[in-house]
């Protein structure tokens, strides 16, 4: 079975530093994974997703996610944080053959000024 | 990318009353939605999925009986919360599968969200 666990459920970063959000995944083949972003009362909007193709990939603002095999992880990261990108976080694992998504627990990303 | 909308965006109701939310596919047409449900800082909950002319498929623990789907077009997927109790207050927020063959054919694509009350 496929599963997804995000390590953090909070993570607090200063304004223009780094940000590391971290996603370990499980499953018996070669997933699909994604990452949205989830402002508060908002819909998810997708940053970027990684379908066996480059295992580095860049979505958009300025965030980009490495997928590593030999870890089973996904991690997001972004060079510089910007107030705006305080929200709520999810990794997803996309299950083969019926497409349902299986969510993290999601990570609440503070910026702080 | 696809777009999503949902109606309404937000609902308060009477306990024992029924709501009736819908998803429409703006863009193209979803032969396969899905139905999730969202409590305060918690993770999306896959409720079912939504076929375009057949019977939904609802994960275990999800009472069919009283989240009634339909699927009658393929643009148009509704979710009725039947008899809701303030247990039911959610976050409720439906998708559509990319089309098979493209680009996106194993990404979702997201409504807004409907933020249900139960008084």
């Known amino acids: 079975a496929q599963s997804v666990t995000q390590l953090d459920s909070h993570v607090s970063v200063s304004e223009g530093t780094p940000v590391l959000l971290r996603c370990n995944y499980s499953?018996?083949?070669?997933?699909?994974l994604f990452w949205y972003v989830q402002h508060p009362n908002k819909g998810l909007q997708l940053l970027l997703k990684?379908?066996?193709?480059?295992?580095l990939v860049k979505g958009i603002n300025g965030f980009e996610a490495e997928f590593k095999k030999s870890e089973t992880s996904f991690h997001l990261t972004k060079p510089s944080a910007h107030m705006s990108d305080a929200a709520e976080y999810f990794c997803?694992?996309?299950?083969?053959?019926?497409?349902?998504?299986?969510f993290g627990t999601g990570t609440r990303l503070k910026v702080l000024a | 990318g696809a777009v999503v909308s949902q109606h309404p965006s937000w609902v308060i109701c009477k306990s024992g009353t029924s709501v009736k939310i819908e998803c429409r596919s703006l863009?193209?047409?979803?032969?396969?939605m899905f139905w999730y449900r969202q409590f305060p800082k918690q993770s999306l909950m896959l409720m079912a999925t939504?076929?375009?002319?057949?019977?939904?498929?609802?994960e275990q623990g999800v009472e069919k009986d009283k989240f009634l789907i339909n699927h009658a077009s393929l643009t148009l997927s509704t979710l009725t919360v039947t008899s809701a109790h303030p247990e039911d207050s959610s976050f409720y927020i439906c998708?559509?599968?990319?089309?098979?063959?493209?680009?996106?054919?194993?990404?979702?694509?997201f409504g807004p969200g409907t933020r249900l009350t139960v008084l």
């Open positions: 863009d193209f047409q979803a032969t396969t």
């Open positions: 990684y379908t066996s193709a480059a295992t």
């Open positions: 939504s076929n375009e002319g057949s019977k939904a498929t609802y």
């Open positions: 997803v694992v996309s299950e083969g053959g019926t497409y349902k998504y299986i």
């Open positions: 998708s559509e599968k990319g089309l098979a063959g493209g680009s996106n054919y194993n990404e979702q694509f």
């Open positions: 499953s018996s083949y070669s997933p699909s």
